[in-house]
């Protein structure tokens, strides 16, 4: 679901009031009608069944908040009264545990988590649908867009039976995931450890065959810099060539005895 | 006494996991080796009674360490077969957690500061709250760690039994039974026992909280 397709899942919202300090940032994400009111909470107010509280619980400083600042807010809901809370951190790794600290402390019943699409750009993973509630009302299910209301029938002993063993069986299905998904977090961390000790292996390698490599070159340059490899030089082309060699060597050899000092001064080890 | 400030707090761990001997660094500093272990074993038996003697390899039991020091309980409770994460502020302490390994999973942070997207059957802060000197971030320490019981869970937490608050050297602040109690109910948690632990005149024992609502 997107941001924006959240507010239309409340029916009779009269009045937004925002509990985190998002100025309009989140007002223009949840694309408020102009008709509805929209204001900051202000601690200590009373609100009315048809006011939607709002806020922005994550991890970013500035414009989202810490769980415990809206607590406050939600014991200010009247029975029967909405919250929505946006929460900032990524479905994986989402710590609900202080959330839902303050709902159940406040006396709201969390009705739905619904996840939000695109959330990279807007930092919002999910919303976490609530109510204050002085009886259980009926959860809704994921497959559901029908508005959200505080004030359907109470489950009957079935739906709660229903209720307790789903949380029962799900739980004993948890632990073994719990248990895999550490596992595999331990495992992929061994195998970053390992790339990490091999990049470190391949670069020190890689060193070292580039200093072997920098230290041929500097024995080519001064092998063909030293007389012994001229004067040799010199030959094998009067050599290859006979009819130039009366003339080519002893011009070659006269040029190597007046470079002799330039020969000497280039760097490196004399071969 | 004028107490350390958190920073100085902090410090002060650090160095200590650095410079002392595995179980006098997070134990207790006026005990020798020897005597320390068995101040690990009595607590540790301790945490047993409370967390039960069952295990199960394909449905383990998940255990918060919160404060692990050098962890010591948190190996030997990930040999019971039991998934511990183990928290501490101390980087070095920390590191020496790593190197150790034993299964536990070890991360730096706070007590408070602690997320994770998943509650515990038991969360133990073995005689680390009151090394925390100031009240709010106490508050919020226990507040935290009550938030990541799971419903029918255990909240186990080391320190004195009396009524009320005091003061240990520069680094001890004890807080008594009567703010453990009243801020644990607010949070759904039902006070089971504390039980001293009965070691060489030690004041401190364990508060026992469940989760039931």
């Known amino acids: 679901m997107l941001i924006r397709e959240l507010l239309p899942l409340f029916d009779d919202v009269t009045t937004i009031v925002e509990v985190s300090a998002t100025g309009e940032v989140l007002r223009e994400q949840l694309r408020a009608p102009e008709e509805t009111a929209y204001r900051p909470y202000a601690p200590g107010e009373k609100m009315d069944a048809d006011t939607l509280l709002v806020g922005f619980v994550g991890p970013r400083q500035g414009t989202q908040v810490e769980a415990e600042a809206v607590a406050p807010a939600l014991r200010d809901l009247p029975v029967g009264g909405r919250a929505m809370i946006l929460l900032g951190w990524p479905l994986l790794d989402l710590p609900y545990h202080q959330v839902l600290e303050e709902l159940v402390t406040a006396g709201c019943q969390v009705l739905q988590v619904i996840p939000i699409d695109n959330a990279a750009g807007q930092g919002a993973h999910c919303a976490v649908v609530a109510a204050r509630v002085d009886r259980l009302i009926p959860l809704r299910t994921h497959l559901s867009d029908a508005p959200i209301v505080a004030d359907g029938d109470e489950p009957d002993l079935r739906a709660l039976l229903r209720l307790t063993g789903e949380y029962v069986f799900g739980d004993l299905l948890s632990r073994p995931l719990r248990l895999k998904l550490a596992e595999a977090g331990d495992r992929l961390k061994e195998q970053d450890k390992r790339i990490r000790q091999l990049e470190k292996e391949l670069a020190t390698t890689v060193a070292k065959a580039d200093a072997r490599v920098e230290r041929a070159r500097n024995d080519v340059a001064n092998l063909r810099a030293s007389t012994t490899f001229r004067v040799g030089n010199t030959v094998v082309q009067g050599a290859r060539k006979p009819g130039k060699a009366i003339v080519s060597v002893p011009v070659g050899l006269v040029r190597i005895w007046r470079k002799r000092g330039a020969a000497d001064e280039t760097p490196g080890q004399k071969i | ?213």
Request: charged share 25%; hydrophobic share 35%.
């Open chain 2, 1 to 213: 006494m004028t107490v350390l400030t958190e920073a100085e707090v902090s410090k002060f761990w650090n160095d200590r996991h650095q410079r002392e001997s595995d179980l006098r660094s997070g134990g207790h500093i006026s005990f020798d080796e020897a005597t320390n272990y068995m101040f690990y074993l009595r607590r540790l038996t301790m945490l047993m009674d409370r967390i039960g003697l069952h295990n199960s390899p394909a449905a383990p039991l998940h255990l918060l360490d919160a404060g692990c020091g050098k962890g010591y309980f948190s190996r030997e409770l990930a040999k019971f077969g039991h998934q511990v994460d183990g928290i501490d502020q101390s980087e070095a302490a920390i590191a020496q957690c790593n190197d150790l390994g034993g299964g536990p999973r070890y991360q730096q942070s706070s007590l408070s500061g602690w997320r994770s997207p998943w509650l515990y059957d038991a969360v133990m802060t073995v005689d680390v709250l009151f090394h925390i000197m100031d009240d709010a971030e106490w508050t919020r320490s226990v507040r935290n760690l009550a938030s990541l019981v799971r419903l029918g869970g255990k909240l186990i937490i080391g320190d004195w039994g009396q009524d009320h608050d005091h003061v240990f050297g520069s680094y001890q602040v004890c807080r008594g039974r009567d703010r453990y109690l009243p801020l644990l109910d607010a949070c759904g948690l039902r006070f089971d026992d504390w039980e001293p632990y009965r070691f060489r005149r030690s004041p401190i024992g364990f508060y026992t909280f469940t989760r039931i609502g």
